[in-house]
Structure formats: structure tokens, C-alpha cells
């Protein structure tokens, strides 16, 4: 049995407290252990910022874009690999464990690429440079420069690979050294990610630590130049944001948290076209890939009343049609739930909702013996405004139907009942109802994605993030943001506006002004 190690300051580490034993969720064999303690954070946080960050920063753009790139083939070779491990930790499907998997490697292989392009040097200008006095001789030009500090993620247990590459990809192409904490749950995929990572000596000796174990005690020895970006449940990202040394430190915090998204049908769409079709299957895999346990995942199904017996058929039919079973086997389309709390907590979830919606398909009862497996479940909302279906978050295969009357107005009431979102999806060709609907929900969720005849089979679905479009959202879904191509970097840069004689601006950076 391994029981995970932690790599920090050049060595792997044993931990230390009471064991957290780590399953294979669908036979609850048990595969290992990893222990919360045996770390000395403030050892950590001073090798990452005098080792590592110099180690960094004595590099370019360029140079590091270099280092993401070798990262991305790597994991890319060992992609088996990591695929079975995916599924034993995970209870991924190949396909899950892939889709999790070329997440890393493409998001590091886009900011591999991004980075190429990026001017030599360190400093990256924001914007054109302005006049300040009274002839152009004074000159304003903000720029971004890495800050020497350390970046702490602390990574959600449902995507172990991606998860911590798009952060780490970020942090260590704007040159800040990175501390990974994998979610408990699945931390084997993520610790045979870090092995790998350090392994390879492509990384600077500091830049990259990684902590299978808790990081609760590290974030009081934070500072100023630091930044703690965090993915997982609202409730643990308030406790975070709330920490008294990084509120008194003023130490950058960003949030990914999670989000009730809705998926609209608009009124206009009928039986029989490929704007349904889409909406469909895009709908049916959310509620399956990764049993349900995407961030942004479709948990309320808005439709116009007019087509809810119809939506409801065929989400039944194609939900009965998904071959659940051990994701080791490669007919198997979707596995168990990653763990006995997850299991727990989901069935709690599902018993919660069918107090104020019909459970058409599924439900919590037990699928089987052994294993943490939740049935596709499907509830059809008795109250559309009942609060539980737009405030509680299933992470599992289910999602509630919540028929609306067509109206825009109707619609945007409901999505933003969720309370600030990650993503919303609407799928309609009728322009008027889109271009009123864009502009109720924008506010309150980081991305809106729009399904039509013309979209159909032109890209992933909405549950997909990209690393050149921002993944984040306001409100409940944390407030944060992150990729979105350069945005990504900007939690790692200081934005400094530098004023002065004009040539000397330009000379202090090497940059053109103006
Ligand atoms: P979680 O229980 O909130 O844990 C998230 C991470 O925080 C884990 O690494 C966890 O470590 C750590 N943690 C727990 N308590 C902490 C504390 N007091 N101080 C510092 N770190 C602490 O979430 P999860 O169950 O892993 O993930 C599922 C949730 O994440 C869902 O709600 C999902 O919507 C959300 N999520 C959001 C996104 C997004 O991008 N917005 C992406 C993926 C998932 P341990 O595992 O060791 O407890």
C-alpha cells in the first residue's frame, strides 16, 4: 500500500497524522493513504520564494514557455499511464480519465505556445503608453512584472490533472514558483503528475513543490507578493478567503467555487431540429461524463412548458442508454462517484431535491453492493422557483428539469436564481430571445455559451473549458477568474503604472512607449 509523499525543498516527504485511506471507488479496494502533516510550511514557502522564483525569473517568457512545453509532451507520453491510474483513483472512464488528462497537457501546450510569442525579458506592457504632463516628455506606461512571491493552489479532488495544470501552467510561464495541493480523494493521479514533473529536472529546482496533505496552516505564513488560487466547494473557498492572515496581509486570493448552471431551451426551438439535437447531448453528457462531477455541469434544465414531456423522454432514453459500470472496462461509459463521501453526499443531494421535484429517472437508492455508483438521475421540478434547485449543487449524474413559460424575462429570472455561475448554455435561433437573454444573464456568469443550427457539431460543449476564454464566475461560483489566454498570468504580475520622462520609461523596460 503507498501512503503519498509531498515534494518539497528537493526531497519527497513522508507524511505524518492519521491516515486518509484512498479507494478505488468502484470496488472500494483500497490503494493507499495520505497523511495531512510531516510538512514544515514555512520551510516550503521560503525555498519557493529564494529558490525557486529567482531560478524563474532568471529566465524569459520565452525560456519558460519552453519548460511548459516539455511538461505537455511528457504527460503526454505517459498518457496511458496516467489514464489507468485516472481509473483506479478516480473512477474515470478512459474517456473521462482523457478528458481530464489532454486538459493539462493542451492547457500547458496553449500557454507553451502563448508564452512563445511573448516579448524577451520579464516585463510585459498593459496597454499603450498616455501623456501625463503638459507635452508628451511625461510620459504613463503600466506594465506587468512577475512578483517574487509563491503561488499556493489548492486543487477540487474531480480534476487532479487539469486542475493543476492550468494553474501551474500560469503561475510558472509569468514566473512565479507554485506549492500544488491535490484534493485528497483522487491525489494519486496528481502525485504520479508531480513525480513525473520532478523527474524530468525541466523545472527549476523550487519552482515547482507539491503537498499531498492539507496546506490549512501554510496559508498563515502568506504575504503580500503571494497568491492562493483555489478550486473546490463555495463553503471551503469562503473559509479561505475568510483566513485572518490573508485578509490582513492583503494577499491575492482567487476563488473557483461551484455553480447550480443552467442549460435554457429557447421557445423557438422544435421536435426534430439539430438546435434540440444539440441541446440533447450536450445536456446528457454533462449529466454523465465524470459522473456529473464537472464544475460546470448542467444542474438546472430550463424548458419552455410546451416541450418538457418531450425533453424528458428523450434525456430518459439517452441517459437509460449510458453503460455504468467499473471504468476500467472499455464499454463502460460512466463510473462511481470518487468517493464514499461524495457517494454519501450526493444521495443526501438527491433526496433533497425530490422533496420539491419528481424524480423521473434514477434516484439515491443503492445501485449496487460494492463500489460508490449513483444512477443517472433526472428530476422533473414541481415548483420552479423552490430555492433548493437553484442553490444546491449535486456533484453527481443529476440535474432537474425546471419548466419556464418561454418568456425571456422568465428565463433570465431563473438562471440568476443560481446566484452568480460559471456557465450558462442556451440553445435557440430565434436572435431577439438570445440577444435579450445574453444580456440578462451576463452579469452573473463568467461564460455564456450559445448553442444553434449553425453551432451544431462545430465545437465542445458548454461543460469544456478553454484555456483561451476565462473560466470563473461571480457570486456563489467564487468570483474568481482564471485562464482566459494572457488574463491567465495576471493573478501572478503586479500591474505597476510607471510615469516619468518618457525615454526613461521606455529604457527602465525595454519598452517601445507610446
Ligand atoms: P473541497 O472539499 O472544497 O476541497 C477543495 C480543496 O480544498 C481540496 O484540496 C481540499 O483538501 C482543500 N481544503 C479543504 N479544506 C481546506 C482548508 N480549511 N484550507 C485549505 N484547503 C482546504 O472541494 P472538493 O470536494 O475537492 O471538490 C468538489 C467541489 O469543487 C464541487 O463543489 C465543485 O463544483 C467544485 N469545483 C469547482 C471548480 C471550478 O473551477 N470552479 C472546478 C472543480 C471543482 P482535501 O481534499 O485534503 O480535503
Same mark, same amino acid.
Given at each position: ?27 472500494? *479496494? ?11 510550511? !514555512?520551510?516550503?514557502?521560503?525555498? *519557493?520564494?529564494?529558490? /525557486?522564483?529567482?531560478?524563474? #525569473? ?9 519548460? &511548459?512545453?516539455? @511538461? ?10 496516467? @489514464? ?48 501625463? /504632463? ?9 506594465? &506587468? ?20 495544470? %492550468?494553474?501551474?501552467?500560469?503561475? &510558472? ?38 503537498? $499531498? ?32 492572515? &490573508?485578509? !490582513?496581509?492583503?494577499? #491575492? ?10 442549460? +435554457? ?11 434540440? %439535437? ?69 444521495? $443526501?443531494? +438527491? ?32 415548483? !420552479? ?25 422568465? =428565463? ?46 462545430? =465545437? ?55
Amino acid at each position: 500500500m503507498t501512503s503519498l509523499q509531498s515534494y518539497v525543498r528537493g526531497q519527497w516527504i513522508a507524511g505524518s497524522g492519521d491516515p486518509v485511506t484512498l479507494h478505488d471507488p468502484a470496488t472500494e *479496494a483500497v490503494l493507499g493513504d495520505v497523511r495531512p502533516g510531516g510538512i514544515d510550511h !514555512a520551510v516550503a514557502l521560503h525555498h *519557493a520564494r529564494t529558490v /525557486g522564483g529567482p531560478a524563474l #525569473r532568471a529566465m524569459t517568457f520565452v525560456q519558460r514557455a519552453e519548460m &511548459l512545453k516539455a @511538461i505537455a509532451s511528457l504527460l503526454h507520453e505517459r498518457r496511458d499511464e496516467l @489514464i489507468e491510474i485516472s481509473g483506479r483513483n478516480g473512477g474515470n472512464t478512459r474517456g473521462d480519465a482523457k478528458f481530464d488528462l489532454d486538459g493539462a497537457s493542451g492547457t500547458l501546450a496553449f500557454y507553451a505556445q502563448l508564452g512563445a510569442s511573448l516579448p524577451a525579458g520579464n516585463v510585459l506592457p498593459d496597454g499603450s503608453g498616455t501623456q501625463l /504632463g503638459r507635452t508628451p516628455r511625461f510620459w504613463g506606461q503600466h506594465v &506587468l512584472v512577475p512578483r517574487p512571491g509563491v503561488a499556493v493552489h489548492i486543487n477540487a479532488f474531480n480534476f487532479p490533472a487539469w486542475g493543476m495544470g %492550468e494553474k501551474m501552467a500560469c503561475a &510558472l510561464l509569468a514566473g512565479v514558483p507554485v506549492i500544488e495541493k491535490a484534493g485528497t480523494p483522487s491525489a494519486m493521479l496528481a502525485h504520479r503528475i508531480a513525480q513525473i514533473v520532478v523527474e524530468s529536472g525541466k523545472v527549476p529546482e523550487g519552482a515547482f513543490q507539491f503537498v $499531498a496533505g492539507s496546506v490549512s496552516g501554510m496559508l498563515d505564513h502568506l504575504g503580500p507578493m503571494d497568491t492562493v488560487a483555489f478550486t473546490g466547494s463555495s463553503v471551503t473557498g469562503a473559509l479561505i478567503r475568510g483566513n485572518k492572515n &490573508l485578509v !490582513a496581509k492583503n494577499v #491575492r486570493v482567487n476563488i473557483e467555487a461551484d455553480s447550480i448552471n443552467p442549460a +435554457i431551451l429557447g421557445p423557438d426551438v422544435e421536435s426534430g431540429t439539430d438546435t434540440l %439535437e444539440q441541446f440533447l447531448a450536450n445536456v446528457a453528457v454533462d449529466m454523465t461524463q465524470k459522473a456529473g462531477q464537472k464544475c460546470t455541469a448542467v444542474r438546472r434544465i430550463l424548458v419552455p412548458q410546451a416541450m418538457v414531456a418531450e425533453v424528458e423522454e428523450s434525456l430518459i432514453e439517452r441517459l437509460r442508454a449510458v453503460r455504468i459500470g467499473n471504468p476500467l472496462d472499455g464499454d463502460v461509459r460512466m463510473g462511481p462517484v470518487a468517493s464514499k463521501d461524495q457517494l454519501r453526499d450526493v444521495r $443526501a443531494g +438527491i433526496d433533497r431535491l425530490a422533496a420539491v421535484a419528481d424524480v423521473r429517472l434514477g434516484g439515491s437508492a443503492p445501485m449496487q453492493d460494492k463500489g460508490y455508483f449513483v444512477s443517472p438521475t433526472l428530476l422533473r421540478a414541481r415548483d !420552479a422557483g423552490a430555492p433548493v434547485i437553484h442553490e444546491l449543487e449535486v456533484f453527481g449524474p443529476c440535474a432537474t428539469i425546471v419548466p419556464y413559460s418561454g418568456e425571456v424575462a422568465a =428565463a433570465i429570472d431563473l438562471c440568476n436564481r443560481g446566484g452568480g455561475g460559471l456557465v450558462a448554455s442556451a440553445y435557440s435561433d430565434d436572435r431577439s430571445f438570445v440577444e435579450a437573454l445574453v444580456a440578462g444573464i451576463a452579469p452573473w456568469h463568467g461564460r455564456v455559451w450559445l448553442g444553434s443550427e449553425k453551432t451544431q457539431g462545430q =465545437a465542445l460543449g458548454p461543460g469544456a473549458v478553454l484555456p483561451a476564454t476565462i473560466h470563473g464566475g461571480p457570486g456563489r461560483a467564487g468570483g474568481g477568474e482564471e485562464l482566459g489566454g494572457l488574463r491567465g498570468l495576471h493573478p501572478y504580475l503586479q500591474r505597476t503604472a510607471v510615469q516619468g520622462d518618457r525615454a526613461v520609461v521606455a529604457r527602465s523596460f525595454g519598452l517601445e512607449t507610446g
